[in-house]
């Protein structure tokens, strides 16, 4: 080793360090000088000689640690005061011999195996390397390198060692495959075989993995299989032979909503090598040919039938919340410049933007069936009776028959819940013609109850547990001109003293279910919530546009025009009344002169005012895409690819909140077990793969603190309770924690 990388590259001549101190550089030596006497020299890559040179010179006071620690010399503070301490500690001799060196016990092969059967009995390291004579990081560091195994079996008297890749080994090895195929592409003769049509597509093959990057993923795969993610594969969605199949491709999906990959380009940010171990290939895609395969897959598939199949299991699979249906839409803004979208007041927000509205439909705990997306929307009564009844009817499980409905008039279908946009006489009658019953707000309520007419009860909230409320009920009739129809209002009185009055046509609920209901609304709005922060709802899965049907009636941008002026003109004849007003009480010359004008500034504005109204009534309020000129014709994203992505998003929230269910049952907290779920997702994890048992084993690593370990464990080993097998290798999934 070359000594002289310790020491600073010293000018050649003279340095002065302080009035008392000069260092000589000559000659390929060091000498110090004390005022004019020399103090020392050594040769110029003696190392030792130079601390110890430094620490003398500081410990005799003729040069203090600072000073050594500016330029020229730069020496680290902490460095000069650690060498003063050994020299006052150790003495000069510490400077010139170097300490003992603990010289490491060779690790033979017969070592190796020995220590590998200690370890697959349930030894720990600390364990192990004191009964071998070794130091704990001599065995860990030969655990890393591979030298010896972590999993060992012992079968019929023989040892066999399992080869296991760790997270340094596959670094590596990837970062050595991007000089050939790209990185990670480790199975090229794969790759040929399906790029000539050979083959199919890859095979799923699992290897010995220990410090798998998101790893925990794994433990997702079973709940995502149960709520859907693979029934549409070769029904609804298909792809043609290549390396990715469309099992891989669908995993992959539903591991990115799971690992919060909010988008294809955050595959970017993950190591390709080790997302393609949890799905047992040799990398994940690149983006561009996700993106390829998921625009394939919607192309010559059908997405939409297939959240529509999908959605028609959920709601078999729990009847009895899919009774209750919860309508609501959501703006999903856009802020691009490819399409031209219409404008639309985003509550959120507080502002008029440009997007699209996606109407979504849930259960009473959040849980999503299917999402409906309008370009161009008449509102939430229109989309709810065009393109969302229709498929209720076909999809809600246990519903009357046609001749009960006539024996009872009373008989509802199912009930739908929405907010105060859909509380209409127009609606809510359309919906009971079919006999569909509603729950919502009233709108416009200007009575107030006496509060000796509440009553206070404990109201059961959907999904378990009970809540209390003060509740009153009255008959009441919602009227349309000379039109009215009967309905049943339940108020809710807070301790504030505020009554919120819903009503609902379904007369056979009582005031604490039609409550409980209406309130668990919020559940839905914690679902937008939740659903754009982890999941991304609003991001773009596929950049271009398309065009709208000619024949589709749009708001006419001129009468659209004309309406904001008579809206404009309209606030400036107030504004002007205002004025007036205000002169009202004063009467003096210059008061006067100012209320004439007053008076003839708003004839004007009315004069205005009246010609921008009778504009605005020759003008048509909507219009035909096909009358308007082409650059004023709105355009709608590509949806086919949204459609795919939400269902594959609704399918992760469904599976993640089936696992959030199961962990409750160990922690109190909702929040908590939402969270620890998330945290379990992207843990790292061991993959253990036993071909002779057709097993294949996931050690989960361990969480932040021991409660959390504990009903982790809980969790994992009802997992494997449920003998789940992988849907392609038919290997059946063991989970548990390291």
């Known amino acids: 080793m070359n000594k002289q990388r310790f020491l600073p590259g010293f000018p050649e001549g003279t340095t002065k360090i302080n009035e008392t101190l000069r260092i000589l550089k000559k000659g390929g030596r060091v000498f110090y000088f004390t005022h004019s006497d020399e103090f020392f020299s050594h040769l110029e890559i003696d190392a030792p000689a130079y601390r110890w040179a430094l620490a003398a010179l500081m410990e005799n006071n003729y040069v203090r640690a600072c000073e050594l620690s500016k330029p020229p010399l730069s020496i680290p503070y902490r460095t000069l005061m650690n060498w003063s301490a050994q020299l006052r500690e150790k003495g000069s001799a510490s400077f010139f011999h170097a300490p003992p060196r603990h010289v490491a016990r060779l690790i033979t092969t017969e070592i190796a195996l020995e220590c590998g059967v200690l370890l697959a009995e349930g030894k720990n390291i600390a364990a192990v390397a004191k009964k071998m004579g070794l130091k704990d990081s001599t065995l860990r560091k030969a655990i890393q390198r591979g030298a010896i195994a972590k999993y060992t079996r012992v079968t019929g008297g023989n040892i066999a060692i399992d080869d296991v890749s760790t997270k340094s080994i596959r670094s590596r090895e990837d970062a050595e495959a991007a000089l050939g195929m790209g990185t990670a592409c480790t199975r090229a003769d794969e790759r040929v075989a399906a790029a000539m049509g050979l083959a ?363 309406d904001k002026a008579v809206r404009q003109a309209l606030s400036g004849v107030k504004k002007l009344e205002v004025k007036l007003g205000a002169l009202e009480s004063m009467d003096n010359g210059v008061v006067i002169q100012k209320k004439a004008e007053y008076v003839q500034d708003i004839q004007a504005a009315k004069i205005e005012l009246a010609q921008l109204r009778a504009e605005r009534r020759k003008t048509p309020r909507k219009v035909m895409l096909d009358s308007l000129p082409d650059n004023q014709r709105p355009t709608q994203l590509l949806p086919l690819n949204k459609t795919l992505t939400d269902t594959v998003k609704m399918i992760a929230y469904r599976a993640e909140t089936a696992l959030v269910a199961r962990l409750r049952r160990h922690l109190e907290k909702e929040d908590e077990a939402r969270a620890l779920i998330r945290e379990l997702f992207v843990s790292a994890a061991d993959i253990e793969p036993n071909a002779s048992d057709k097993t294949l084993t996931i050690r989960i690593h361990r969480m932040a603190c021991l409660s959390h370990d504990k009903a982790m464990a809980l969790l994992l080993e009802e997992l494997t309770e449920l003998e789940f097998h992988h849907p392609e290798t038919g290997e059946k999934m063991i989970y548990a924690l390291v």
């Open 200 to 562: 199919e597509c890859a095979t799923t093959r699992f290897e010995h993995c220990s410090d798998v990057e998101m790893g925990g993923l794994l433990a997702g795969m079973p709940s995502l299989c149960a709520n859907g993610l693979l029934s549409g594969i070769g029904k609804h969605l298909k792809l043609p032979a290549g390396f990715y199949s469309c099992l891989h491709i669908l995993l992959i999906l539903g591991f990115m909503a799971l690992g919060r990959i909010r988008r294809p380009e955050g595959l970017r940010h993950v190591p390709p090598g080790e997302l393609g171990k949890v799905i047992g290939l040799d990398r994940a895609p690149e983006v561009r040919t996700l993106r390829a395969k998921v625009t394939e897959m919607a192309n010559t598939g059908n997405p939409e039938r297939w959240m529509k199949e999908l959605a028609k299991t959920w709601m078999e699979n729990d009847p009895d919340e899919a009774g209750y249906i919860y309508v609501d839409g959501h703006i999903r803004v856009y802020n691009g410049k490819k399409a031209r979208l219409l404008p639309r007041f985003v509550s959120r927000q507080r502002l008029c933007l440009r997007g699209t509205t996606d109407y979504w439909i849930n259960d009473a705990m959040g849980r999503p069936f299917f999402v409906v997306t309008k370009a161009v929307t008449e509102g939430l009564a229109d989309t709810l009776l065009k393109d969302i009844v229709p498929d209720l009817l076909a999809c809600v499980p246990n519903q009357p028959s046609e001749a009960q409905l006539a024996a009872d008039p009373t008989l509802h279908r199912f009930v739908v819940v929405f907010d105060r946009e859909g509380a209409t006489y127009s609606l809510i009658s359309a919906l009971w013609e079919n006999r569909i019953g509603v729950i919502t707000y009233r709108k416009n309520v200007k009575d107030v109850w006496l509060e000796s007419e509440f009553v206070e009860y404990e109201v059961p909230v959907p999904g378990g547990g009970t809540t209390r409320m003060k509740l009153a009920r009255d008959e009441k009739k919602i009227t349309a001109g000379k039109a009215f129809m009967s309905v049943t209002e339940v108020r809710r009185l807070t301790e504030t003293g505020h009554q919120t009055a819903i009503i609902t046509t379904v007369r056979s609920l009582g005031s604490t279910d039609v409550a409980g209901r209406m309130f668990a609304r919020w559940c839905q709005e914690n679902f937008f919530a939740y659903m754009m922060k982890h999941y991304d709802i609003d991001g773009l899965i596929q950049y271009g546009t398309e065009s709208l049907p000619g024949t589709v009636l749009i708001v006419n941008p001129a009468w659209r025009n004309l």
